[in-house]
Structures are given as structure tokens and as C-alpha cells.
């Protein structure tokens, strides 16, 4: 009997969602994903399709349009995604930025922003990192001052995921408080028609190449009082931290997704390719490395499992969760170097699944916090 990978947070609702979520995918996103990758981008229509369907910020309440879901349901949709390595529309990012605005938003920004970004109309970015200051937050550069009527943005941001495409960026900078102390505050920047707001360059990476990640410049962009995200400055850091157990298991459910499409292309692989006369799923190289590969993902699926019941019931804490990031992305790295393995000299041919699975796992040990950080975070808890 073939080896299954069981959800132990599914259902059958959840099912027929990841359903509907499938033939999204294979209508919309599987079709022109190669000529994303030319691009370095899926364009605006693509989100507006997902949106128009309920795909986007699904566990968002209804109250702001959302489908009134829970992580499951974004859940489902990242992994369909990533078992493919359909990377281009990166809504891990979008669905984090609705939750900046409805876990520290005003009303006001609330109302405004999470219907549109339901809708696909806006696309959501978070720039944080800048050519020198990555995982040091404390050491951003971006600057806002007051000004007339609000503020005054200036700096540079770089590998921002939708930088491209965004329609609303979430900015970190730092601000002073009342004694000159510098502190960080997050900006919520509509970047139709800004004055001063650029997209420099798409950024050429060794993987996610349907991914628009880009360089953004500020150079004196005036933001609104309403537009300073909760409305009280110098809260960047705590509401930063915050969100970060769902944002690190993201990045543990997508690579326990991506392990299982590298498996189960691997093993169609292994039983059409000959070699000496016959399948090379029969050598035992082959049946061994596959054993190695099914057991580390049966052993991943129930912790990244028991990490997405513990996060819908609320008690999920930073220290698991960097566990989930740590483990999900070192392994996937191991996993889909021994799939690539088998496949040989044709594993390193981007038509196949499998060499865009590798390259784009290369990655997911840096952003959302390298494996160094959560290493240090963990260790703080030991």
C-alpha cells in the first residue's frame, strides 16, 4: 500500500477547499508559470483572479470581506503551491500584511486595506531588510520625521517578495520618541501615484524566479498620521514580534509541502527510468534512500501538523514555531538534494519539477529569519 501523507488538521470541508484551491491552481497559475519566470513576475491579474474566487486572506473575518476561515484554510493553500514550486505569487507575504492590520490596525486601517487586499486589488509587501541591515532589525537606516500633517520617509529596502507588484507596502523605519531615542514604527505606504516611491530593479536569484522580488527607494514620501500602522509611534518592534509564530510556520508548512512533491515526483521518476535493463526503483540504492526520505517527511508532517492545531488554538509560541522554520528548512534542503540525486544529470534540468524544487529551497533557509536566528532564539529557551 502506498505511503500517505496524512493531515491530522483536515477535514472534509478543508478538502473540498484545497479542491477548489487545485483547479485554481492548475487553470490559472500552473499554465503561465513559465513565462512568470521569464517575466520575474505573474502580474496584477492573477491576484485578481484568487481574490474574485475567495483564495486571498482566507482566514481573514468576513466583517473585511475575508472568507472568515482559519490558518488551515492558508495552510492548504500554501502547500498546494509549493508541492508544484509555484513560487511567482507569494501570498504568504500578502496574507502576513492583512494580519499586521488586523492584529495592530486602527478601525480606519482596517477598513480601508483588508477589503482590497481580499480582493486582489492591492498586493500586499513588507519591507524590512535593507542592503545593511538584514536580520538586525535595530539596525535599519529608513528614517521617517514628522512633517505636515504626518511624515516624511526616506531610505532604501531590498529582496522585498511582491516589491514589484505591490500595491501597499508595510515600511519599517525608525522614528525618535520624545527624548531623541530612535525606535521602530511601521508606515503603511499605498504606492499608486506616490510621489517619491520607487521600484528599482527586479532582482535575479538563483530560484523563486516567478517571484518579483525588488529593491524599493523613499525618497521623501510624505504618509498621512492616519497611515502610521496602529497610530501610536515607536511600536514597530512589539508588533513585529508578535506575528512572528505564524510567520515561521508558514515557511515549516511550505517545506514539508515542497519535501512531498520532490518525493512524489521522485517516485514517478524511479519507475519510469531504466538503467542496466530495468527500473531503477528496484535497486536497493534507490528503495533505501526513499525509505530515508518517506520517514523524515511521516516524522515532519505530524510535528508542522501539531504546530497548525496549536496555532488555531492559540498557544503556539516563538520558540516552537522558530523550531518549525529551523527543521521544516534544513530539511527540505537534505530531502530534495537526495530526490535530485536520482534523477541524475536530468535533475539538473529546470524542465523538471525537481531542479526548481532545489533551487527554490535554497532560500528558505535565510529569509523569515535565517537558521542562525533560530537557533539563537531556541537556545534562549533551553
Known amino acids: 500500500m502506498p505511503i500517505q501523507f496524512r493531515r491530522s488538521w483536515s477535514d472534509p470541508d478543508l478538502e473540498q477547499y484545497r479542491d477548489t484551491v487545485v483547479r485554481f491552481i492548475d487553470q490559472h497559475v500552473a499554465p503561465a508559470d513559465e513565462e512568470a519566470r521569464k517575466r520575474g513576475h505573474v502580474g496584477h491579474e492573477l491576484w485578481r483572479q484568487a481574490g474574485q474566487l475567495g483564495l486571498l486572506c482566507s482566514d481573514i473575518p468576513d466583517a473585511y470581506d475575508g472568507a472568515g476561515g482559519d490558518f488551515r484554510h492558508e495552510a492548504v493553500f500554501y502547500e498546494e503551491m509549493s508541492r508544484r514550486s509555484l513560487t ?10 492583512a ?3 488586523l492584529n495592530h490596525g486602527t478601525e480606519d486601517q482596517k477598513s480601508r486595506f483588508l477589503p482590497r487586499l481580499v480582493r486582489g486589488e492591492l498586493v500586499g509587501a513588507i519591507a524590512m531588510t535593507e542592503p545593511g541591515a538584514g536580520s538586525d532589525l535595530r539596525g535599519i537606516g529608513t528614517k521617517a520625521v514628522r512633517s505636515e500633517g504626518g511624515w516624511r520617509l526616506n531610505g532604501a529596502k531590498t529582496f522585498i517578495s511582491n516589491g514589484f507588484l505591490a500595491g501597499l507596502v508595510l515600511v519599517v523605519a525608525t522614528t525618535p520618541d520624545e527624548g531623541g531615542k530612535p525606535l521602530k514604527s511601521i508606515f503603511l505606504v499605498e504606492t499608486a501615484g506616490r510621489s517619491g516611491y520607487r521600484v528599482g530593479r527586479l532582482l535575479d536569484k538563483v530560484g523563486l524566479k516567478a517571484q518579483d522580488t525588488a529593491e524599493l527607494f523613499f525618497d521623501d514620501v510624505n504618509v498621512g498620521e492616519e497611515d502610521l500602522l496602529g497610530g501610536v509611534p515607536g511600536q514597530g518592534l512589539r508588533q513585529l514580534m508578535s506575528d512572528l509564530p505564524y510567520e515561521r510556520l508558514v515557511i515549516g508548512v511550505m517545506a514539508v509541502a515542497a519535501m512531498e512533491g520532490a518525493y512524489e515526483a521522485t517516485r514517478e521518476y524511479v519507475r519510469e527510468r531504466h538503467a542496466f535493463g530495468e527500473p531503477i526503483e528496484r ?7 526513499l525509505a530515508e526520505i518517506a520517514t523524515e517527511i511521516q516524522v515532519g508532517r505530524a510535528f508542522i501538523d501539531r504546530c497548525v492545531e496549536d496555532l488555531v488554538a492559540g498557544r503556539l509560541d ?11 528548512s534544513e530539511t527540505q534542503g537534505r530531502v530534495v538534494d537526495a530526490c535530485l540525486q536520482l534523477f541524475g544529470g536530468y535533475g539538473y534540468m529546470n524542465e523538471y519539477l525537481i531542479a526548481r524544487l532545489y533551487a527554490d529551497a535554497r532560500v528558505q533557509r535565510i529569509y523569515g529569519g535565517t537558521s542562525e536566528i533560530m537557533k ?3 537556545s534562549r529557551a533551553l
Request: cysteine-free; hydrophobic content about 40%; overall charge positive.
Open 99 to 101: 494580519h499586521y492590520l
Open 318 to 328: 516563538t520558540t516552537t514555531a522558530s523550531m518549525a522554520k529551523l527543521w521544516g
Open 283 to 289: 535497486f536497493q540504492n534507490t528503495r533505501f534512500k
Open 88 to 97: 511567482g505569487m507569494n501570498n504568504s507575504v500578502h496574507n502576513i500584511v
Open 376 to 378: 539563537e532564539v531556541i
